[in-house]
């Protein structure tokens, strides 16, 4: 079965883990070519946001849509649709970067033969294609793990903490591919503690502090003011 969406809603969404409260009742949406940023301290929930958006795991209550469907009813090819970079970078440190994007290549039934050269080449990493991936710096594995969550072209890319070991130059080259997909009609959430890469990239803010949905607003300047405002608040 073919997959394809272009808005993804939470509704009412909770979570529990026990007696923990994870997410608790929230609601939020998001559409082809936002960039949406979740925000908020350690243990506000933004993981298990992200974790349920990719399908890891299952609302306590609640529903998750994706178009007009919800996931139940989409099963295993909804996947196909959503790509994850979550802070387990999933490569082989062993194999060469170019081995690690053909493997994955061949998961998604896609040729390697069209998909990998240009996935290093957008990771910065055509240099050092046939290197194992053991010898990166964190930023280099982040780059590649990136290009790995994108070779088969995800309606809904899902990032948490993207930026994460990137130096100056890692970040925009990974701030304008976020912003060419979005672009191009993906939908992108990204959960950060980075405000000030934030401000500027995305065009939707959420905050979320103990489980619960705090504000969900169109970006403006002064994000970080913003921020303390209704964290400090909350």
Same mark, same amino acid.
Not at 8 to 20: A, C, K, P, T
Not at 59 to 84: C, F, H, K, M, N
Not at 175 to 203: E, K, M, Q, S
């Given at each position: =079965?073919?997959?394809?969406?272009?808005?993804?809603?939470?509704? !009412?969404?909770?979570?529990?883990?026990?007696?923990?409260?994870?997410?608790?009742?929230?609601?939020?949406?998001?559409?082809?070519?936002?960039?949406?940023?979740?925000?908020?301290?350690?243990?506000?929930?933004?993981?298990?946001?992200?974790?349920?958006?990719?399908?890891?795991?299952?609302? @306590?209550?609640?529903?998750?849509?994706?178009?007009?469907?919800?996931?139940?009813?989409?099963?295993?090819?909804?996947?196909?649709?959503?790509?994850?970079?979550?802070?387990?970078?999933?490569?082989?440190?062993?194999?060469? /970067?170019?081995?690690?994007?053909?493997?994955?290549?061949?998961?998604?039934?896609?040729?390697?033969?069209?998909?990998?050269?240009?996935?290093?080449?957008?990771?910065?990493?055509?240099?050092?294609?046939?290197? @194992?991936?053991?010898?990166?710096?964190?930023? =280099?594995?982040?780059?590649?793990?990136?290009?790995?969550?994108?070779?088969?072209?995800?309606?809904?890319?899902?990032?948490?903490?993207?930026?994460?070991?990137?130096? !100056?130059?890692?970040?925009?080259?990974?701030?304008?591919?976020?912003?060419?997909?979005? /672009?191009?009609?993906?939908?992108?959430?990204?959960?950060?503690?980075?405000?000030?890469?934030?401000?500027?990239?995305?065009?939707?803010?959420?905050?979320?502090?103990?489980?619960?949905?705090?504000? !969900?607003?169109?970006? @403006?300047?002064?994000?970080?003011?913003?921020?303390?405002?209704?964290?400090? /608040?909350?």
């Amino acid at each position: =079965m073919s997959v394809d969406f272009t808005s993804v809603q939470l509704l !009412d969404v909770s979570r529990h883990f026990g007696r923990r409260r994870a997410l608790s009742r929230v609601s939020l949406s998001a559409a082809s070519g936002d960039i949406v940023a979740l925000l908020g301290p350690n243990g506000a929930g933004k993981s298990t946001l992200i974790t349920i958006l990719a399908t890891l795991a299952t609302p @306590t209550s609640g529903e998750v849509r994706y178009g007009d469907q919800p996931a139940a009813r989409l099963g295993a090819a909804l996947r196909i649709r959503i790509g994850l970079l979550a802070h387990e970078l999933h490569l082989y440190p062993e194999l060469s /970067a170019r081995q690690n994007l053909a493997f994955f290549a061949e998961l998604y039934g896609l040729d390697p033969r069209t998909t990998v050269d240009a996935a290093l080449e957008s990771a910065g990493l055509a240099d050092r294609a046939d290197d @194992t991936v053991s010898g990166f710096s964190r930023g =280099m594995r982040q780059r590649l793990a990136l290009e790995r969550a994108l070779l088969h072209g995800p309606r809904l890319v899902l990032f948490d903490e993207p930026f994460t070991g990137l130096d !100056d130059r890692a970040v925009g080259i990974v701030a304008d591919r976020l912003r060419a997909l979005a /672009a191009g009609g993906a939908i992108v959430v990204l959960a950060t503690h980075d405000l000030d890469l934030a401000d500027g990239l995305v065009n939707r803010v959420v905050l979320i502090r103990g489980g619960r949905l705090l504000s !969900d607003e169109v970006a @403006t300047t002064g994000l970080r003011a913003r921020y303390r405002a209704l964290i400090g /608040a909350a």
